[in-house]
Nanobody
Framework: QVTLVETGGGLVQAGDSLRLSCTFS????????MGWFRQALGKEREFVAA????????YYEDSMRGRFTIDRDNSKNMAYLQMDSLKPEDTAVYYC?????????????????WGQGTRVTVSS
């Protein structure tokens, strides 16, 4: 059974940076494509970024491209989301997800496993 645990959320001011981490366990990490999603209060879960199994292929939601960077370290079973120039509208619970079939999937349906989420609050 795959387990994902997100860490690194918190309360920051607009313009600040945060680095979210996702710890993966239970299966060979390199077999899974990874994604980050977020869900703001009262809204649907939305795609943020995704990364392929080797870390070479990366995909971003257009509005976050250039501010957010996804990465992974297969030797540590970790995925990361570096978030720079944060805005109040980035406030949400951020989730990491793992899937074996799709690479770069932009729908929650493309992923098999999810973490519990880490809350990011950006004040103006």
């Amino acid at each position: 059974q795959v387990t994902l645990v997100e860490t690194g959320g918190g309360l920051v001011q607009a313009g600040d940076s945060l680095r979210l981490s996702c710890t993966f366990s239970g299966r060979p990490f390199s077999n899974y494509a990874m994604g980050w999603f977020r869900q703001a209060l009262g809204k649907e879960r939305e795609f943020v970024a995704a990364i392929g199994r080797s870390g070479r292929d990366k995909y971003y939601e257009d509005s976050m491209r250039g501010r957010f960077t996804i990465d992974r370290d297969n030797s540590k079973n970790m995925a990361y989301l570096q978030m720079d120039s944060l805005k109040p509208e980035d406030t949400a619970v951020y989730y990491c997800a793992a899937g074996t079939y799709y690479t770069g999937g932009r729908s929650p349906a493309h992923y098999d496993y999810w973490g519990q989420g880490t809350r990011v609050t950006v004040s103006s």
